[in-house]
């Protein structure tokens, strides 16, 4: 069996690898074509392109590489149908996989899509690019089951892939250690360009407050480390953290760029802000687009403001420090936080559903 699959970001490599395994733990003998990084990699796949040139956000940076991703889809077309595979599977990356998988149903090559589009979050009508070409679509959030469904697009909801860490059962509060803030910048080169400066000048602010304060900044192993260098120059303790998720269960409170970490955040029970900085065009025109009242996870699916969001002018330094100061010497509002993650985390309810059978049947 030949199974061509993509995931062009570091989250969706990480979750593709593990339904990789699910696959191969089922039939040994599936062979694995497309796009992935090292996770996938690991689990058998010789990636097409190396996904650090393809993780890109933003409508500017997707269209400086334009050229390299039309020639990337018809490479992907060709090996498809020369290695007549049996399916092909889509892991998120909206932009590229859907124009993948109307391909593959032209060419009569089940699609099944695994993390589906946020679709419902870029205003009206966008569903019906997924509309007549996906075979099954797996999603992650409860609430998009039923949206897709009444669409006529076959949908089932199979939990979120952050609730298969044990991590989140086996927290210790009393682990947290009450001077140190978390940094998470992101995962992407060009976000650590954009967010490290304003982390680091919010750092100085919080030191002038309090001298006591230490500061941990997420490191992801996608991004070019010496990025980070330029904090050597700080006046302030500062520590990088491989795993961010043990940042997550150290840090008093974290600011974090908004994306699957937010979630994460939440789930590991860490009070939060929440920051996003893009380039002017890009914030013009999703602010066009986007059909929403919040763009932080946990507050799409609360349904209401669980976590602050600081957005492009309110990004600034001293508001997001005195932010900080005002959750960190509030209780009252930590702990309120607290439960509202609580009934996130309950709202994400783990499944029994085996997609690797599905897929496979």
């Not at 996989?97 to 009508?125: C, D, E, M, R, T």
């Not at 006529?152 to 939990?159: D, E, R």
């Not at 932010?323 to 609580?342: G, L, T």
Request: some cysteine; hydrophobic content about 45%; charged content about 20%.
């Amino acid at each position: 069996m030949k199974i061509f699959i993509v995931a062009g970001e570091p989250s969706g490599d990480i979750h593709a690898a593990k339904l990789m395994n699910k696959l191969k733990s089922i039939n040994p003998n599936i062979k694995f074509f497309g796009i992935g990084g090292k996770y996938m990699e690991q689990e058998g796949l010789k990636s097409i392109i190396p996904i650090e040139k393809i993780s890109v956000v933003g409508f500017i940076e997707v269209i400086k590489r334009l050229k390299l991703f039309i020639n990337l889809k018809q490479k992907c077309q060709k090996i498809m149908l020369e290695e007549k595979v049996n399916c092909f599977i889509a892991v998120d990356y909206p932009g590229f996989n859907i124009k993948l998988a109307k391909f593959s149903k032209q060419n009569n090559i089940p699609v099944f899509y695994y993390i589906a589009p946020q679709l419902w979050a870029w205003g009206k009508n966008r569903w019906k690019k997924l509309q007549n070409i996906i075979t099954k679509l797996f999603v992650v959030f409860p609430f998009e089951e039923n949206y897709f469904l009444e669409r006529n697009i076959n949908t089932k909801y199979v939990g979120h892939p952050l609730l298969e860490n044990p991590a989140f059962n086996n927290q210790n509060e009393n682990n947290r250690n009450n001077n140190l803030i978390g940094f998470f910048p992101g995962s992407r080169n060009h976000e650590i360009k954009k967010n490290l400066n304003l982390f680091i000048k919010t750092a100085n602010i919080l030191c002038q407050t309090n001298p006591n304060f230490t500061f941990g900044f997420a490191v992801s192993d996608n991004v070019d480390i010496e990025l980070f260098n330029v904090l050597q120059t700080c006046n302030f303790k500062y520590e990088l953290f491989n795993n961010s998720c043990e940042l997550m269960q150290k840090a008093i409170f974290g600011v974090v760029k908004i994306g699957t970490t937010t979630l994460e955040a939440a789930l590991f029970n860490m009070n939060m802000i929440a920051i996003y900085k893009a380039s002017f065009t890009h914030y013009i025109i999703a602010k066009n687009l986007i059909n929403l009242n919040y763009i932080a996870l946990p507050n799409i699916l609360a349904n209401k403001e669980v976590v602050p969001e600081y957005i492009q002018n309110l990004a600034k330094p001293k508001i997001i420090a005195d932010a900080v100061i005002d959750f960190i010497s509030n209780p009252i509002k930590c702990n309120k936080q607290k439960e509202e993650f609580n009934n996130i985390k309950n709202q994400l309810v783990k499944t029994k559903t085996n997609i690797a059978n599905e897929i496979l049947e």
